[in-house]
């Protein structure tokens, strides 16, 4: 799936802007500040229905309007059916998303009709932030793929607040209720980690491979998956711990714990990694992310957002991603950087269609 057209108003620092996109590589080159990844954030809500820096809506208009609106026209990789996506918000309204011209009931239903796979400089927070980061990465590509999981995430993360707000209460809290929340968080949770513990072993195979090239076999890397769930019956960890969960005020255990492990040279990618080992373990995690939703999408082939993704990389890091990305098997990518050089030495590497779009306060010039 490509987007052809994109309208934007009132979004951050762009007033107004009406964009066709070539099917294949957009470039976007200008200064920091400017609005390059602003636009690819708009791209981005449109897929997830949200900024990929907030889930606040409202921080997303421009400072001195009254509404925003973005619509996007894609066309699928059949090449002749159509997709209109919209959403609109006004000031101190809920934002109102279509598909079409018909509202969504649910949002969680659009999630995976485009499928998306972003690489910024934010993704340092997968190595250095905490496990939420990290879950995250694995509920990203997941959602996409199979529209149950976003329900049963939700169902959990239901039972999870309404047994924390049982143990933090001052008097005993009844013990049935919190069994029956501790039930659903198990019954769920359990379907959670399966999905997840299938997507992780699949992955790593990808993901080593995208590594070993990109690096030139330089380093050895790993990635293990930690769950609660591998000790056994979710429900008898979580019970075991109601205990402990009461003298602290929230629940200990369950997949809201699991975690990431991300190694080089077996030791903590987060400790001994370099900068450019780092942005080359992200990027070879959100390259394999990639290749692993297009064969999960039977035939859909993601957008894929590149931005700023150079930065800290030798050349020879820099020239194997540009020849990763510049093969058939990726589809329509969006490209930003301050360096024209980068972009130029992308465009030399094949004869695919393209566009360079200067980027100046948030007004887009085609070159």
Not at 199 to 210: A, G, L
Not at 328 to 335: T, V
């Amino acid at each position: 799936m490509y987007l052809k057209e994109l309208s934007i108003l009132n979004y951050k620092n762009i007033a107004d802007a009406q964009l066709t996109f070539s099917n294949k590589i957009n470039c976007f080159v200008g200064y920091n500040g400017e609005g390059k990844t602003n636009l690819l954030d708009a791209v981005y809500f449109l897929s997830f229905c949200h900024s990929m820096f907030s889930n606040i809506d409202s921080q997303m208009m421009k400072h001195d309007a009254d509404f925003f609106m973005l619509k996007g026209h894609y066309i699928h990789d059949d090449g002749g059916t159509t997709e209109e996506i919209c959403v609109g918000m006004k000031r101190g309204n809920k934002k109102q998303f279509k598909r079409n011209q018909k509202t969504y009931k649910k949002l969680s239903k659009h999630i995976g009709l485009i499928p998306l796979i972003i690489v910024s400089p934010d993704d340092a927070t997968l190595v250095s932030g905490g496990g939420e980061e990290r879950r995250k990465f694995l509920d990203v590509v997941i959602s996409q793929y199979d529209n149950t999981y976003i329900e049963l995430l939700n169902r959990y993360n239901k039972a999870l607040q309404q047994r924390n707000v049982l143990l933090k209460m001052e008097e005993e809290p009844d013990m049935a209720l919190i069994s029956l929340w501790e039930e659903e968080m198990a019954y769920n949770g359990e379907k959670i980690y399966n999905m997840r513990n299938d997507f992780i072993q699949h992955f790593i195979p990808v993901f080593n491979d995208i590594y070993r090239t990109i690096s030139g076999n330089n380093e050895e890397v790993s990635l293990r998956y930690i769950s609660h769930c591998q000790r056994g019956s979710l429900l008898n960890v979580i019970q075991c711990a109601r205990h402990k969960d009461r003298a602290v005020g929230y629940s200990l255990h369950g997949i809201h714990r699991d975690d990431l492990e991300m190694l080089i040279d077996g030791y903590p990618m987060k400790r001994e990694g370099s900068q450019g080992q780092t942005k080359t373990y992200i990027t070879s995690l959100k390259l394999a992310q990639f290749d692993f939703l297009r064969q999960a999408m039977n035939g859909t082939t993601p957008i894929l957002l590149l931005d700023d993704i150079f930065d800290k990389l030798d050349a020879l890091r820099v020239e194997k991603i540009v020849n990763m990305v510049s093969s058939d098997q990726f589809g329509q990518i969006f490209i930003t950087d301050t360096n024209r050089s980068h972009l130029d030495s992308i465009l030399s590497h094949g004869d695919s269609d393209y566009k360079i779009f200067n980027v100046s306060n948030g007004v887009f010039s085609l070159q």
